[in-house]
C-alpha cells in the first residue's frame, strides 16, 4: 500500500505528466457530454428517429477508427509531438467553429454531425499520443500511471456530465459549449506541455 501511494505521489507530482493526463481526461469527457446530451437533442430538437440517431451516433466511430488506425503511419512520419500538437489545434477550431455557429443561430442537423463527427475523429490522435507521451517519462510505474489516466477519463467524465446537466433543456447549445469547453481546455493544456524545448546555447545567458 505504501509503495502504490508513493507511486500516485511521484505522478500527481509531476506537472509534465498531469498536464498530459488531464488533457486525454477532457478529451474523452468531450464524448461523454455527447454521450449524455445527444439522445435528446436528435430526438426532441431534430425530431430523429431512433434507428437514424443510431447511424449518426455511429459516424462518430468510424470517424475516430478511421483516424486512429492512421495515427501510426502519421507519427511515423511527423513526430508524435508535432501530430497531438496540430490535432488539438484542429479539433479546437473544429468544436470552437461549431459553438460560434450556434450560437449565432445556425441550427443545422447537418452542420452538427458533421463537425462534431470531425471533432471526436480526432479523438483518435489525441488519446494515444498524450497518454504515450505522459508514460514515456515512467516506464517503471507504467500500471500505475496508466491506471490514474483511466480513473481521471471516467472521473472527469462524471464531472463534465453534471456540470453541464443543469443546462441541458434539449437544444443543441448546452451540449456543444460542454464539449467545445473540452477542447479549449485540451488546447490551453497543450499549449504548456507541448512548448518546445528552450535550446541553450554556451557561453550565452538566457533571459536577456
Known amino acids: 500500500m505504501a509503495s502504490a501511494l508513493a507511486a500516485y505521489g511521484v505522478l500527481l507530482r509531476d506537472r509534465h505528466f498531469m498536464a498530459l493526463a488531464f488533457m486525454a481526461s477532457f478529451t474523452v469527457s468531450s464524448f461523454f457530454v455527447y454521450v ?28 475516430l477508427l478511421a483516424l486512429s488506425q492512421a495515427n501510426g503511419r502519421l507519427v511515423a512520419r511527423f513526430g508524435i509531438r508535432r501530430v497531438l500538437r496540430t490535432a488539438v ?21 447537418f452542420v452538427l454531425v458533421v463537425l462534431l463527427m470531425i471533432g471526436f475523429g480526432l479523438n483518435g490522435l489525441i488519446v494515444p499520443a498524450a497518454f504515450v507521451l505522459a508514460m514515456e517519462g515512467h516506464a ?42 473540452c477542447a479549449a481546455v485540451v488546447l490551453t493544456l497543450a499549449l504548456r506541455a507541448l512548448r518546445p524545448p528552450v535550446r541553450r546555447v554556451p557561453g550565452v545567458m538566457q533571459g536577456f
Do not use: E, K
Open 140 to 181: 517503471a510505474l507504467a500500471g500505475t500511471a496508466s491506471a490514474l489516466i483511466g480513473t481521471m477519463n471516467f472521473a472527469g467524465g462524471a464531472v463534465m456530465v453534471a456540470l453541464v446537466a443543469p443546462f441541458a433543456d434539449g437544444t443543441p447549445l448546452p451540449m456543444v459549449a460542454g464539449i467545445a469547453g
Open 36 to 63: 449524455a446530451n445527444s439522445p435528446f437533442v436528435m430526438s426532441t430538437h431534430f425530431g430523429v428517429s431512433p434507428r437514424m440517431y443510431a447511424v449518426l451516433f455511429a459516424l462518430n466511430a468510424v470517424s
Open 89 to 109: 489545434m484542429a479539433q479546437a477550431a473544429t468544436l470552437g467553429l461549431l459553438l460560434v455557429l450556434t450560437l449565432a443561430g445556425v441550427d443545422r442537423l
